[in-house]
Every structure is written in C-alpha cells, then in structure tokens.
C-alpha cells in the first residue's frame, strides 16, 4: 500500500471540521431527545416525537452523504479517521461502528429500563419505554438482527477477500521493484483496465466496501427504529447518539 496515493491533509481536515459542526448539531438534537423523553406522557405527543425523530434521522443521512462524497476523495482517510480516538480507532468495522452493535445496544438498554421499571409492571402500570418491548417487536427485532447478522458478515469477507489481493500486489510490487521486469510480473494492470495503477483499482474496491458498510449502519439505524413506537425510537436515539468525536 505504500504507493496508494492520499489527498493533501487539507481535504481531511476539511471533512473533520464537518465532522465537528455535525457533532454539534447532534448533540442539539440529543438535548432534544432527553427533554422530549422526559416531557412524554401519553401517545397524544407521538406527532411531535416523530418529527423530532425524522429530523435526527436525517441529520444521520447527511452524515453518510457528506461521508460516501469525501471518501471518493480519500477513502484511506475515512477508513483510518484522524477524528476519532485511538482507543474508539481500533474498535472501527470499515470506517465505523458495527451494525450489530445496535441490537447490542437495544438489549442492553432495554434491560436496564426494565429493571428500573420492574416494580411498576408488577402493578400492570408500564412506561412504554424499551423496557416494554412487546413479544411482537422482539420478534421483528430477532429477524432483523439474524439479517443483519448475515450481510454484515457477507461484507466482512468481501473486505478480507479484498484485502488479501491488495496484499498480493503489494508483494508483486516489491518483485517489480527487485527484478525490473515489469512485463513478466504484470505489474501495471487491473482487470482488463490497460495501463491503469493497480493501486488506483484496489481503492475502487474499498471505495465499495465503505459504501456497502455505511449503507447497511444506515439502513440498520432506520430498520431498528421502525420497529419501536415513538418514545421507545426516542430512548434508542439517546443511547445511540455520539457524546464525542
């Protein structure tokens, strides 16, 4: 990989100043989200929890557009973000989080309000939060996850399937360098692309895999929040959302 060429370091920093301003608008919407969740009483606020949902939705989608238009720029820079932590840098599947973790998160929160909640549904007198998931809902949300379990994997391998040949040419590209004979070794050509750097073609394939990665985190957001009622999406929005670059 050494002679994958990168984007000057401005464009990079341009995509984290990005990255910065939609944090904060995130952060805007997550004081929304708490306030909303504490101000719920009845279903009679749903219309008002669904609009303020769409909105957080579709700042995620912004994100992601931003994010796919950047990383044809630079796709080693959004695999590898200079944005993040160290520590959050080495749990990155494909430039972000895990579409699984969603569901490790839905669980997780949904236990801790079920118990904070335990005494009151023994009075039959629920909250209707994540600790109310119906039988139904776990249903499509065990169907859901299966799914997503299965994609999920289908882009890890095509990811380590990738990585392998980007392997190979960086091999063939050390014999280039120590025998000269460039013809003989093939060096110089993808596919049936003539004359185009073989580099070049290897960050078109993970230009893919981001794309695919990020498609599915996206659809994987919406899908989980199709499932829950308003106030249930509401309280998954807040365990999800960002606290920090």
């Known amino acids: 990989m050494a002679s994958a060429v990168r984007s000057p370091a401005p464009e990079r920093e341009t995509f984290q100043n990005f990255f910065e301003c939609w944090?904060?608008?995130?952060?805007?919407?997550?004081?929304?989200?708490?306030?909303a969740s504490q101000q719920h009483h009845s279903t009679a606020d749903d219309d008002?929890?669904?609009?303020?949902?769409?909105?957080?939705?579709?700042?995620?989608?912004?994100?992601?557009?931003?994010?796919?238009?950047?990383?044809?720029?630079?796709?080693?820079?959004?695999?590898?973000?200079?944005?993040?932590?160290?520590?959050?840098?080495?749990?990155?599947?494909?430039?972000?989080?895990?579409?699984?973790?969603?569901?490790?998160?839905?669980?997780?929160?949904?236990?801790?309000?079920?118990?904070?909640?335990?005494?009151?549904?023994?009075?039959?007198?629920?909250?209707?939060?994540?600790?109310?998931?119906?039988?139904?809902?776990?249903?499509?949300?065990?169907?859901?996850?299966?799914?997503?379990?299965?994609?999920?994997?289908?882009?890890?391998?095509?990811?380590?399937k990738h990585q392998e040949t980007v392997a190979d040419s960086s091999m063939l590209e050390l014999n280039h360098?120590?025998?000269?004979?460039?013809?003989?070794?093939?060096?110089?050509?993808?596919?049936s692309g003539e004359g185009e750097s073989a580099m070049e073609c290897k960050e078109e394939g993970l230009k893919e895999m981001l794309q695919r990665a990020d498609d599915l985190r996206l659809r994987t957001l919406k899908a989980v929040i199709d499932i829950l009622t308003p106030i249930q999406a509401v309280h998954f929005l807040i365990a999800a959302a960002p606290k920090d670059s």
């Open 48 to 160: 008002s929890l669904c609009s303020l949902i769409k909105r957080v939705l579709e700042n995620y989608e912004h994100y992601y557009k931003a994010k796919a238009r950047w990383g044809k720029e630079d796709v080693l820079a959004m695999l590898s973000p200079a944005w993040t932590s160290t520590f959050k840098d080495a749990f990155l599947w494909i430039g972000g989080w895990r579409p699984i973790m969603a569901f490790h998160l839905l669980y997780f929160k949904s236990g801790l309000q079920l118990e904070d909640q335990l005494n009151e549904l023994i009075r039959g007198m629920g909250r209707g939060d994540l600790g109310d998931l119906s039988p139904c809902q776990l249903s499509r949300i065990d169907e859901l996850q299966a799914k997503t379990i299965k994609e999920e994997k289908e882009v890890t391998e095509k990811m380590a």
């Open 23 to 35: 944090l904060v608008e995130q952060n805007q919407h997550l004081q929304e989200l708490i306030a």
């Open 177 to 191: 360098l120590v025998s000269g004979n460039d013809e003989e070794r093939g060096w110089g050509r993808c596919g």
